[in-house]
């Protein structure tokens, strides 16, 4: 069975850095593309990166360009976002999926998504 697991959120200082993880079990990540989406109260699901399968490509929001990292460890199976910079409209619960068959381009749209994980929360305040 897939299954997503992500990791790593908090509470963090303006300016702050963290690195989430999205661990997969079931199958394996390298063959899928990966997606990293938020959701903040009251708003709707954003996708901020994702990385393709095999040659890692990466796409990032415009929003989060410069400051989020997306990575892959294939031997742990696990995908990270490192996140720079933390501002307070970062504030949200951060969630990884995965897709096996999609058009790269189209890779920070959730609802092409069919597994995702259970989120973790990163809180960004002083």
């Known amino acids: 069975q897939l299954q997503l697991v992500e990791s790593g959120g908090g509470l963090v200082q303006p300016g702050g850095s963290l690195r989430l993880s999205c661990a997969a079990s079931?199958?394996?990540?390298?063959?899928?593309?990966i997606g990293w989406f938020r959701q903040a109260p009251g708003k709707e699901r954003e996708g901020v990166s994702c990385i393709s399968s095999g040659d890692g490509r990466t796409d990032y929001a415009d929003s989060v360009k410069g400051r989020f990292t997306i990575s892959r460890d294939n031997a742990k199976n696990t995908v990270y976002l490192q996140i720079t910079s933390l501002k307070p409209e970062d504030t949200a619960v951060y969630y990884c999926?995965?897709?096996?068959?999609?058009?790269?381009?189209?890779?920070?749209?959730?609802?092409?998504?069919?597994?995702w994980g259970q989120g973790t929360q990163v809180t960004v305040s002083s």
């Open positions: 999926a995965a897709e096996e068959l999609m058009v790269f381009g189209t890779c920070l749209r959730d609802f092409l998504y069919d597994s």
């Open positions: 079931g199958f394996t990540l390298d063959r899928y593309v």
